[in-house]
Nanobody
Framework: QAQLVESGGGSVQPGGSLRLSCAASGLIFSNYGMSWYRQAPGKEREAVAS????????DYADSVKGRFTISRDNAKNTMYLQMTSLKPEDTAVYYC?????????????WGQGTQVTVSS
């Protein structure tokens, strides 16, 4: 059974930093493109950043470009999100997602989420 487990969330003051981790098990991690999403109270879930299976390609939402860095370590079956210069509007539950496309089939898994709160 595939499982994604996020960790590293917490409370931080504006301007601070946090590093989120997403540990995968029960799947061949290097076969999956990975993404971070977030959902703030009363808002829809939105994509934050994504990374290719090998890690050689990344993409970011405009709101986090230059502040967040996505990375992965396929040897450790883990993805990361380094967040710097955090703002109150970054407050949300952060989720990781794994996606694999196999012909017409699409397989995806979500983690349970980790809370990030940015407040003074």
């Amino acid at each position: 059974q595939a499982q994604l487990v996020e960790s590293g969330g917490g409370s931080v003051q504006p301007g601070g930093s946090l590093r989120l981790s997403c540990a995968a098990s029960g799947l061949i991690f290097s076969n999956y493109g990975m993404s971070w999403y977030r959902q703030a109270p009363g808002k829809e879930r939105e994509a934050v950043a994504s990374i290719t299976r090998t890690g050689d390609g990344t993409d970011y939402a405009d709101s986090v470009k230059g502040r967040f860095t996505i990375s992965r370590d396929n040897a450790k079956n883990t993805m990361y999100l380094q967040m710097t210069s955090l703002k109150p509007e970054d407050t949300a539950v952060y989720y990781c997602k794994a996606v694999r496309v196999d012909g017409p089939n699409r397989y995806y898994y979500w983690g349970q989420g980790t809370q990030v709160t940015v407040s003074s």
